[in-house]
């Protein structure tokens, strides 16, 4: 490989943590305000408003439905209004934090969902208020699900960043695709396979490990 | 202003007497008044009706009862009898669907948000399964009531190691929770309730999760903290010993009324609900088989009666009741306990021959006896 070649694939690894890392940072910021709202609205529960829980469950499973690819041809003139421009990492943030959103409040919501009912009780017992338990009960005692369920929503987004470099996002998928597949330069494709494969492996570790740590004290 | 004396200000800014004081019945100003008001729960004819989608279920029917401060008090019942629809009205975990519930005198269910915070910070409560944060330390999780109340953290840190001395866990206070035993785990939920100063512990099955052993060291320290602190406790269990042991009171549900209710010597010794006898069932050794297979109702020629002496109170005067018998006396059976200093129990004697009047003159003494049948002479 050439110097260029490796200058060209560390360039496309930072773009691609860059465009993951955001999206994922959106995701979360989104996402888990998202599912606490889905699991603290539904009938019984803290915050009860079961016509806006079942809106914005409707609105949660619209966006699951739609293909990544889908979204992200459909996006685009949402994608024009937020960064002014459709390609490069910037472009594809949108796209990849729209899908990852939802993706991850599901998951985060199991988690949530999953605390005991018995445990909020006992906050409301000693006189804990509605942000208490938020903050008390329902998200450290989630937490070591919500970060499991962040290293499965990563890991995904890892493969959708490359669909979106293939469309003019930049990154990894982007130079699979320009260089491994339009100029059949096997080598290309191989190292950027390992890197993805080095990256998800580097993640899955992080997010199992920091899992672990929780569950175990 | 008679209505405010005894509600009583607690604190600043914490909840007053409201109009409807005036209207109370004067047993319950008095009981109010007297040297510990604080811990008084007054059921008014409470009702709890759920509503599923398998249709209306009437866990609470009517429920008039009246819990003294200071008591511990038991709730028992079978499962599904609304014991724990019952206790959770004193805090509103659960909100009645009819008549009211008051604590020390005051109507809780008209309380706003913040009034009931203020209720909930004078109610503790303990569960069955603990209901222990995993993700907070044995400190963290005894704090918590504190902290969330607001207090400064320099005198929390000096209250939580207090109430982890009383429980005995002085040296977890740095474990999780998932480091401790059960009866270390139901301390922390103890010492939880206690930190903020409660008049009132609500226990629903503390420990029905528990076994024997470690059961009766949290039953002692449920005791222990009552005479120490004068803290009005309420618990449900399905064992009818934990009652035996600390209750002093007792209330018997049945399908969501009240079967029966009273102190713990009466109730237990002389149950009049068939719902309190089939709880007890396990307790009172019933009659014999072998002897209730040689029942006959008639007298028998040269035979001899049998007769259950039944205690509730007196322990039994073996030579009175020789003699009010004016026959041989045999004891065929006998279940005397001591409960909060009273002899309960039964005993199944047989009186040589079938004089009526034997009977009477033992009724004379007395006691509460009951001629069961007959039997042939050398039984
Ligand atoms: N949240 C609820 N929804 C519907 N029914 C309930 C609910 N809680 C309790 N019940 C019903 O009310 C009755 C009394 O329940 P409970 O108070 O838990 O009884 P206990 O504690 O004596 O076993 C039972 O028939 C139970 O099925
Ligand atoms: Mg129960």
Known sequence: ?217 | MAGLAFDGIREPGGWVATGAAEARPVSVVRAATGSRAAGTVRFETVGKTYLSAAGAVRALDAIDLAIPAGTIFGIIGRSGAGKSSLLRTVNRLEEPTSGRVLVDGEPIGALDTAGLVTLRRRIGMIFQHFNLLSAKTVRQNVALPLAVAGVPKAEIGPRVDEVLRLVGLEDKAEAYPSRLSGGQKQRVGIARALVSRPEILLCDEATSALDPETTLSILSLLRDINRRLGITIVLITHEMSVIREICSDVVVLEQGRIAETGPVWRVFGSPEHPATRALLEPLTRDLPEDLAARLQPNPVPGGATVLRITCSGEAPDLSALTAAAGAPVRLLQAGIDRIQGRAVGRMLVAVAGADPDAENRLRALGTDIERIGHVAADD
């Open chain 1, 1 to 217: 490989m050439s110097p260029q070649m490796i200058d060209r694939l560390w360039q496309a690894g930072l773009d691609t943590l860059v465009m993951v890392g955001a999206s994922a940072g959106i995701a979360v910021l989104a996402g888990l305000p998202l599912a606490l709202f889905l699991v603290t609205s539904g009938p019984g529960g803290i915050f009860p408003a079961p016509r806006a829980n079942r809106v914005v469950g409707m609105l949660v499973n619209g966006f699951r439905a739609v293909p990544f690819i889908v979204l992200l041809v459909a996006l685009i003139p949402f994608t024009r209004l937020v960064t002014g421009t459709t390609i490069g990492v910037w472009a594809a943030i949108v796209p990849l934090s729209v899908s990852a959103t939802p993706f991850f409040a599901r998951i985060a919501e199991v988690s949530l969902r999953d605390v005991d009912a018995g445990l909020i009780e006992a906050a409301q017992s000693i006189g804990c208020r509605r942000r208490h338990i938020l903050a008390h009960v329902l998200l450290p005692e989630a937490l070591p699900g919500i970060i499991g369920g962040l290293t499965i929503t990563i890991v995904s987004m890892i493969g959708a960043s490359a669909m979106a470099g293939a469309v003019g996002a930049g990154g990894l998928g982007d130079v699979a695709i320009r260089y491994g597949y339009q100029r059949f330069d096997t080598t290309v494709m191989m190292a950027v396979i390992a890197i993805l494969i080095a990256l998800v492996c580097v993640v899955q570790f992080a997010g199992d490990t920091a899992v672990r740590r929780l569950r175990t004290r």
